[in-house]
């Protein structure tokens, strides 16, 4: 009885964390699709995922110490699907990340190093006020 109970804590905490990491997925959506991605975030999205993948395939692997041998195949079988999503999301967000490194590392550098010239015409417009 008391493997059924283990099991059994085990599953609900593996799908506490997959319900977690499906939210994961949807931030990571929004991060990688946004008008200008936020690097930071998104690394710290990679490193939360790696995390959680990790997590994952422990009590992955405790649950298969305790299921009856008629379900290891089916267990084995989600968890590898589930496994594959996760790692789906870090080869994206890694192709994200080094299409924003080449990006930036050829943006044109700006060397006027002048206090408060930015490179940017729309800063130096000269707003008149009239009193």
């Known amino acids: 009885m008391s493997n059924n109970k283990d099991l059994t804590k085990q599953k609900r905490i593996r799908t506490g964390h997959r319900s977690y990491i499906k939210k994961l997925f949807a931030t990571s959506d929004e991060l990688m699709s946004a008008d200008v991605p936020d690097v930071n975030k998104i690394e710290c999205m990679k490193i939360s995922l790696t995390d959680r993948m990790s997590t994952i ?23 590898g699907k589930f496994k594959e999503m996760i790692q789906m999301y870090l080869v994206n967000i890694n192709s994200l990340l080094k299409k924003l490194q080449l990006t930036t590392s050829q943006a044109p550098v700006n060397n006027d190093h002048s206090l408060g010239n930015t490179g940017d015409s729309s800063f130096t417009e000269v707003t008149q006020i009239t009193t």
């Not at 395939?57 to 968890?79: C, F, N, T, Y």
């Open 57 to 79: 395939q422990g009590l992955d692997d405790a649950i298969l110490l305790l299921v009856e041998e008629e379900s290891i195949v089916k267990e084995i079988e989600e968890a």
